[in-house]
């Protein structure tokens, strides 16, 4: 027997016209460089959203046309989230930081019509010039020196929207269409295309306004700050769930340094906050050092790597709340959030409720998780203790890549497989080891880096941690550590001190044979450690860097 609901589609159109139809005096604010911050009412932006709709299609952009952005957390950015969605065109998110070769690639591989780009990255843009034909005019907006030259034809963004004289109607679409197009960040090889549907964006959308993501929900008391960027994975999709909850969104545009980020946090009464590790370290020192009351923030949002324990009692020590989430470009990017069950928090010490906030967490509902034998492929059971390839399943998971068959990334069941390592116990929290290509090998014997730097990072003296394989002609490879130390420490930490420091938690063969004290570690576009940069710093001059 069958149903008998409504298959009403799931799109992006009706999360718009829900937030600004039910929320018009709800606020999108963007940091500025100094002074305070702009601010636009929903209305306001809804009404230049329409406009911005009207005007790309007057540009020529039709329905399934890739529209590309280059631009950082704003008011603009925000409108090409909607604008272009629900007219039926693509937005494709630039990461502009990637190498010219990858930017090229990147919008080649889209067949990008109109890129938006923020006037302070056009020179960007310029350097790829030559290399993106399918590109037919350029939207600018911001400030910015003179336009560079040699770009395709570059049209002022207010001057569309003020053509724009009367809103463009929104096609009826199919969920399946699709939303969004973003490419991995790739640590090997071409970024590979993620084409995200309206269904998908919409379930991704409605999860995070539940309680099994973010504690307390997501509704329209609350203002969040993505520091996540919005060219990677739609900034973790709090942009659609802010816009179906009516909740205010405070876009810290290029301004991501410690002091601006608190100065929004406080100013705006933000309520939830979200990024990478490496923004909450920096950002945590400066509370430390000076703290400053945010009455307001009830969550942190870290994802993106690991979160170490030290750095979610860092913040609880300030009354703030870290919650740990895992996911990949490939789900959109939601995956597990590490919250405590109800019953465990009652039955578990502190200590041992840091312990779960600090794996990656439960599956968001609606995913599924399970782990393969890293050798014979099997499927391993959830004890907490087998290690395997995480494997994932669920509505907002890709099913392949944009203009590539390789099938290499699913399984013949189609499951993702997400080429991170991890383990699952048996109350289904799920911990990541390591990536598949960063773990050392020694002697036959698996070490996790992910673990080293976590307990690492946890020492008084280091700021940032990252550990790599060095080929060792004896065990095959061997851990070295790579630190930077914290600013008010006078004395690095010497290799003696940080071995003895883990060898309580550890076992001897894991000891890192070798520290590097260096000023910084290298990130990759989207603040993640760069190992294959750390690797080619520890091979000979002549030696060919090892992919991966
Ligand atoms: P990306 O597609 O660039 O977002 O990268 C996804 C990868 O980042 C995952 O496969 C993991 O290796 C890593 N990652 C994301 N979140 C976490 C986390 N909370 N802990 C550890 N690794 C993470």
Avoid at 209 to 228: E, K, N, R, S, Y
Wanted: net charge negative; with cysteine; aromatic share 6%.
């Amino acid at each position: 027997m069958q149903g008998l609901m409504m298959e009403v589609p799931l799109t992006l159109t009706h999360v718009f016209e829900r937030g600004v139809g039910l929320h018009p005096r709800q606020q999108v604010v963007t940091q500025r460089e100094t002074g305070p911050p702009r601010r636009a009412t929903f209305a306001e932006w809804g009404d230049r959203v329409r406009r911005l709709a009207r005007g790309l299609h007057e540009l020529g952009v039709e329905r399934g046309d890739r529209v590309a952005t280059l631009a950082w957390n704003n008011q603009e950015h925000l409108e090409c989230y909607f604008a272009v969605p629900c007219m039926g065109a693509v937005l494709h998110t630039v990461n502009f930081r990637l190498h010219p070769d990858q930017l090229a690639h990147v919008i080649a591989d889209a067949q990008d019509r109109v890129i938006v780009c923020q006037r302070s990255l056009l020179p960007t843009l310029a350097r790829v010039a030559d290399r993106v034909p399918s590109v037919r005019w350029i939207v600018a907006f911001g400030e910015g020196e003179p336009d560079p030259p040699g770009l395709p034809p570059v049209v002022d963004y207010e001057a569309v929207l003020a053509t724009a004289d009367r809103p463009l109607d929104w096609p009826a679409l199919d969920e399946r269409e699709a939303a969004g197009l973003c490419h991995t960040s790739a640590t090997t090889g071409d970024p590979k295309g993620v084409v995200y549907s309206h269904r998908s964006a919409y379930l991704h959308a409605l999860t995070l306004l539940t309680t099994a993501i973010l504690p307390g929900g997501l509704g329209d008391a609350d203002m969040l700050l993505p520091v996540v960027p919005m060219f990677h994975v739609n900034a973790w999709g709090q942009p659609h769930g802010c816009v179906f909850a009516g909740a205010g969104l405070a876009l810290p545009d290029r301004f991501l340094d410690a002091d601006h980020l608190l100065q929004l946090l406080a100013s705006e009464r933000v309520t939830i906050t979200a990024g990478v590790p490496s923004i909450w370290g920096p950002l945590l020192r400066r509370l430390d050092r000076e703290p400053v009351p945010l009455p307001h923030l009830r969550t942190i949002l870290c994802g993106g790597a690991t979160a170490p324990p030290s750095l979610i009692a860092g913040f609880d020590r300030h009354g703030l709340t870290m919650v740990h989430a895992w996911g990949m470009t490939e789900t959109s990017p939601l995956g597990t959030v590490a919250v405590v069950k109800h019953d465990l928090a009652e039955r578990l010490t502190a200590e041992e409720q840091l312990g779960l906030r600090a794996s990656q967490g439960l599956p968001a509902p609606g995913m599924e998780l399970r782990l393969a034998d890293l050798t014979t492929g099997a499927l391993c059971p959830h004890d907490g203790v087998h290690e395997g390839e995480l494997q994932v399943r669920g509505p907002w998971v890709c099913r392949g890549y944009l203009n590539n068959d390789d099938r290499t990334s699913f399984t013949v069941d189609g499951w993702l497989r997400t080429g991170d390592v991890a383990t699952i116990d048996s109350e289904g929290y799920m911990r990541i080891v390591d990536r598949t290509k960063d773990l050392v090998k020694s002697g036959g014997e698996w070490i996790s880096s992910v673990t080293l730097e976590g307990l690492l990072m946890g020492h008084p003296d280091v700021a940032e941690a990252a550990v790599v394989g060095r080929p060792d002609p004896h065990w095959g490879e061997r851990p070295v550590a790579f630190v930077t130390v914290r600013p008010e420490c006078p004395e690095a930490p010497t290799l003696e001190v940080l071995r003895a420091f883990l060898a309580p938690s550890v076992a001897r063969f894991w000891l890192p044979d070798a520290l590097m004290v260096v000023d910084a570690i290298p990130k990759t576009g989207v603040g993640k450690f760069d190992k294959r940069q750390l690797r080619r710093q520890l091979l000979p001059a002549t030696a060919p860097a090892p992919e991966g």
